[in-house]
């Protein structure tokens, strides 16, 4: 943990690394000539911010929101810094990539639910068995994308953003030996999360009848922000109670999981982790402990 008591966790992005901390998150990504490119933007989580979102349940879905938020601006800046100044996209392209995209999510979400539905089950049983169809297919669509070389590379991003986090928080130290002696896996990897949701599926998916296409999907999208709501207070309590049987129970399959997600890196990699993670500490702790080291970049005043 950081010397003010400060949270860091992060994301493997497009060439590089996200780090993000209540303060805000950086961005460090090494381009295609090995110039690394840092960016640091504030901003407060809204699990940070006074209001309903502090309370808990309501607390899983700010922390899902979030997630998504920083985390799609995190990629789209990292493919910009990463391949360069490209073409607009056009209005049209947009409206046609959100249609499928809305389109796929709801195959995958109603989709294993009227596969199960041809089988002759007892409610209870149906919605056990959705749940283990979407487990299963979110393992198996995580390992086929991982046999691409591009995921490779974000796989080992992943780890590096692991080694350096876990690094900082024992030694405070971002010293590329240092980081190296870390493992690639990381207790509170979002990668835990996955689990918990396949977890807390089946759990509750038994209790939610079929009805027809339109409510298995309405549905459906609404238990996703119920169990987000479980899992997060889960992966709270995991993280303050670590060292607990309950919360060694919970985390072991989501390190197991990182096996696949998470892949030895290269030193060149390890150093845009540390320099992502340097410029979120310099800027969340207000210290300039590790201006020698940014100087090495080029900063991006706007993203």
């Not at 249609?99 to 089988?119: E, H, K, N």
């Amino acid at each position: 943990m950081s010397r003010e008591n400060i949270a860091y966790g992060g994301q493997a992005v497009i060439g590089g690394v996200l780090i993000q901390s209540p303060k805000g998150w950086s961005l460090a990504v090494r381009d295609q000539n090995n110039q690394i490119h840092s960016y640091f933007e504030q901003r407060t989580p809204l699990t940070q911010r006074d209001g309903i979102w502090k309370l808990p349940f309501l607390r899983g879905i700010a922390a899902l929101v979030d997630s998504l938020f920083v985390g799609y601006k995190g990629i789209s800046l990292s493919d910009t810094l990463y391949y360069g100044e490209e073409e607009e996209e056009t209005l049209f392209s947009k409206i046609i990539t959100s249609i499928l995209l809305v389109v796929i999510l709801g195959i995958f979400i109603v989709g294993p639910r009227l596969i199960i539905d041809l089988l002759e089950l007892s409610q209870i049983y149906k919605g056990f068995a959705e749940g283990v169809l979407r487990g299963v297919i979110v393992v198996i669509y995580i390992y086929l994308v991982g046999r691409t070389k591009d995921a490779q590379e974000l796989f080992e991003y992943h780890g590096a953003e692991h080694m350096t986090i876990a690094s900082f928080e024992t030694e405070e130290s971002l010293d590329l030996k240092n980081v190296k002696k870390y493992p690639k896996e990381h207790i509170r990897c979002g990668t835990a999360f996955i689990f918990l949701i396949v977890f807390v599926s089946l759990l509750t998916l038994p209790f939610i009848p079929t009805l027809n296409i339109f409510f298995t999907l309405i549905t459906r999208l609404l238990h996703v922000f119920v169990v987000a709501m479980i899992a997060y207070e889960i992966l709270k309590f995991n993280f303050k109670n670590s060292d607990s049987i309950i919360a060694k129970i919970f985390s072991t399959p989501g390190i197991w999981t990182q096996k696949i997600t998470t892949k030895n890196p290269s030193n060149e990699q390890i150093e845009v982790a540390i320099m992502s993670m340097a410029n979120c500490i310099k800027h969340s702790e207000d210290t300039d402990q590790f201006d020698e080291l940014l100087s090495t970049s080029k900063e991006v005043l706007n993203g």
